[in-house]
């Protein structure tokens, strides 16, 4: 059975599953069981930034923790709890305080199950929010997952969706290696058919959304939509398009981006985040390296100008990649 959950309420229902098939799960972050409410006796006021853990302090007295405002702090703490036997969920707030705490996760995190031999496991999730979309302008809108994709160690998650918002977030808690789990500001106001009760979505596996010969569209988060309505209108034009919804970062389903070129030829990937060093360069890398012989024209890459993150809403919007974008770069492949 599904019901129609918005995807924070399906982050709510996953989290709330974990702490309750596992006591070694603990959450703590800023604001997370209400923060300064606990004066006015209502302990569940805020349940983060964006509410998203609202309610489970009641359900889960002592195993839901706010902490100061220092992001160091909550990360390194998480470390340490996820090396010593718990199974820690830390909150980031934004994606972009990623430079204050990355020297546990860059150091720490991704590396002590390497140093001690497969000995030390660290169970940690960071659940972070990533990208524009909100006017949360230059330092409240950046996409890094390229940052931590890119750190041996640690795998990166970004869900398009409520109901892989759920799974995906089940299967990054109960990993026994540190997840970065992105939670993209453009589809946190979608909802979606989401199954009940208890499942996953394996960590690494892309999902094929629509199917077709033409042309190949690789999307991440927010720019999956994105794909999926360039390809319904390209389909009114008589060109059919494969949607591949990548999910994992890291680990990356490699397999199911060739197995599409492979039957269309041609692709575009498309990226929130800006150009340099990114997913879309490392994807279509992996193509000329791997698919060469597939390819009928260059990879195109959509993706935001190598620029910060504009606060106007006119800008942003212009800044962040759109259908029409997706569009332009299918009639330039020929």
Not at 8 to 20: Q, R, T
Not at 227 to 255: F, K, T, W
């Given at each position: 059975?599904?019901?129609?959950?918005?995807?924070?309420?399906?982050?709510?229902?996953?989290?709330?599953?974990?702490?309750?098939?596992?006591?070694?799960?603990?959450?703590?972050?800023?604001?997370?069981?209400?923060?300064?409410?606990?004066?006015?006796?209502?302990?569940?006021?805020?349940?983060?930034?964006?509410?998203?853990?609202?309610?489970?302090?009641?359900?889960?007295?002592?195993?839901?923790?706010?902490?100061?405002?220092?992001?160091?702090?909550?990360?390194?703490?998480?470390?340490?709890?996820?090396?010593?036997?718990?199974?820690?969920?830390?909150?980031?707030?934004?994606?972009?305080?990623?430079?204050?705490?990355?020297?546990?996760?860059?150091?720490?995190?991704?590396?002590?199950?390497?140093?001690?031999?497969?000995?030390?496991r660290v169970p940690l999730t960071v659940r972070t929010v990533?990208?524009?979309?909100?006017?949360?302008?230059?330092?409240?809108?950046?996409?890094?997952?390229?940052?931590?994709?890119?750190?041996?160690?640690?795998?990166?998650?970004?869900?398009?969706?409520?109901?892989?918002?759920?799974?995906?977030?089940?299967?990054?808690?109960?990993?026994?290696?540190?997840?970065?789990?992105?939670?993209?500001?453009?589809?946190?106001?979608?909802?979606?058919?989401?199954?009940?009760?208890?499942?996953?979505?394996?960590?690494?596996?892309?999902?094929?959304?629509?199917?077709?010969?033409?042309?190949?569209?690789?999307?991440?988060?927010?720019?999956?939509?994105?794909?999926?309505?360039?390809?319904?209108?390209?389909?009114?034009?008589?060109?059919?398009?494969?949607?591949?919804?990548?999910?994992?970062?890291?680990?990356?389903?490699?397999?199911?981006?060739?197995?599409?070129?492979?039957?269309?030829?041609?692709?575009?990937?498309?990226?929130?985040?800006?150009?340099?060093?990114?997913?879309?360069?490392?994807?279509?890398?992996?193509?000329?390296?791997?698919?060469?012989?597939?390819?009928?024209?260059?990879?195109?890459?959509?993706?935001?100008?190598?620029?910060?993150?504009?606060?106007?809403?006119?800008?942003?919007?212009?800044?962040?990649?759109?259908?029409?974008?997706?569009?332009?770069?299918?009639?330039?492949?020929?």
């Amino acid at each position: 059975m599904s019901r129609e959950l918005g995807f924070g309420m399906a982050v709510n229902e996953a989290l709330h599953l974990a702490l309750e098939s596992d006591p070694d799960v603990i959450l703590l972050g800023e604001d997370v069981a209400g923060g300064g409410a606990r004066d006015s006796g209502d302990v569940d006021e805020m349940g983060g930034v964006l509410g998203t853990t609202k309610g489970l302090v009641k359900s889960f007295p002592g195993r839901v923790l706010d902490t100061p405002i220092s992001e160091m702090g909550i990360i390194g703490t998480a470390v340490g709890a996820a090396a010593t036997g718990l199974r820690p969920v830390a909150e980031l707030m934004f994606m972009d305080f990623l430079g204050t705490c990355l020297d546990p996760l860059l150091n720490q995190a991704a590396k002590l199950r390497y140093m001690f031999g497969g000995k030390v496991r660290v169970p940690l999730t960071v659940r972070t929010v990533s990208g524009a979309g909100m006017q949360a302008a230059a330092q409240h809108s950046q996409s890094l997952y390229w940052i931590t994709t890119g750190i041996p160690g640690l795998k990166t998650v970004i869900p398009s969706n409520p109901a892989d918002a759920k799974g995906l977030l089940l299967s990054a808690i109960r990993d026994d290696n540190p997840v970065i789990f992105c939670e993209a500001k453009g589809v946190l106001g979608l909802t979606g058919e989401v199954p009940e009760g208890d499942y996953t979505v394996p960590l690494g596996e892309a999902a094929l959304l629509r199917s077709g010969g033409d042309v190949s569209l690789v999307g991440l988060g927010c720019t999956v939509p994105v794909c999926m309505e360039a390809a319904a209108q390209l389909a009114a034009e008589g060109i059919e398009a494969d949607v591949l919804d990548l999910r994992s970062l890291q680990p990356l389903d490699e397999e199911a981006i060739l197995s599409s070129l492979a039957k269309t030829g041609s692709m575009v990937v498309v990226d929130e985040a800006t150009p340099r060093c990114g997913i879309a360069s490392d994807v279509a890398a992996l193509c000329v390296d791997r698919g060469f012989d597939s390819l009928n024209a260059p990879v195109k890459r959509v993706t935001a100008p190598h620029a910060p993150v504009p606060f106007s809403q006119v800008l942003e919007r212009a800044y962040m990649p759109a259908a029409a974008d997706v569009i332009a770069a299918v009639r330039e492949l020929g």
